[in-house]
């Protein structure tokens, strides 16, 4: 089992940055194929980025590709979203998710597929 802790939110303008951090507890980190989700205003949980076990694969929605980049480090036990050129549609609370992965590649796009998830981060951006 891991525990999953976000940090990093908070209220930024339009074209300004940010980094989301989520800490994981556990010593098999590097088991688990990792994800960020969102979920804005009224709206239903959003696939943002994902990346492999390894860190060699990465996928992101359209919505934030070119803005957003996700990555990891294994020795710390935490992934990170940087997010730049954010837009005031990126307003949500952010989400990670662990899923376990026998594949190193391996990288999961719903949230059905994760089974771990964080209790959730506020980025609010304004106009």
């Known amino acids: 089992q891991v525990q999953l802790v976000e940090s990093g939110g908070g209220l930024v303008q339009a074209g300004g940055s940010l980094r989301l951090s989520c800490a994981a507890s556990?010593?098999?980190?590097?088991?688990?194929?990792m994800g960020w989700f969102r979920q804005g205003p009224g709206k239903e949980r959003e696939f943002v980025a994902a990346?492999?076990?390894?860190?060699?694969?990465?996928y992101y929605a359209d919505s934030v590709k070119g803005r957003f980049t996700i990555f990891r480090d294994n020795a710390k036990n935490t992934v990170y979203l940087q997010m730049n050129s954010l837009k005031p549609e990126d307003t949500a609370v952010y989400y990670c998710?662990?899923?376990?992965?026998?594949?190193?590649?391996?990288?999961?796009?719903?949230?059905?597929?994760?089974?771990?998830w964080g209790q959730g981060t506020q980025v609010t951006v304004s106009s």
């Open positions: 998710a662990a899923a376990r992965a026998v594949r190193t590649s391996a990288i999961m796009r719903t949230p059905d597929e994760y089974a771990y």
């Open positions: 556990g010593r098999t980190f590097s088991s688990y194929s």
């Open positions: 990346i492999s076990r390894s860190g060699g694969t990465t």
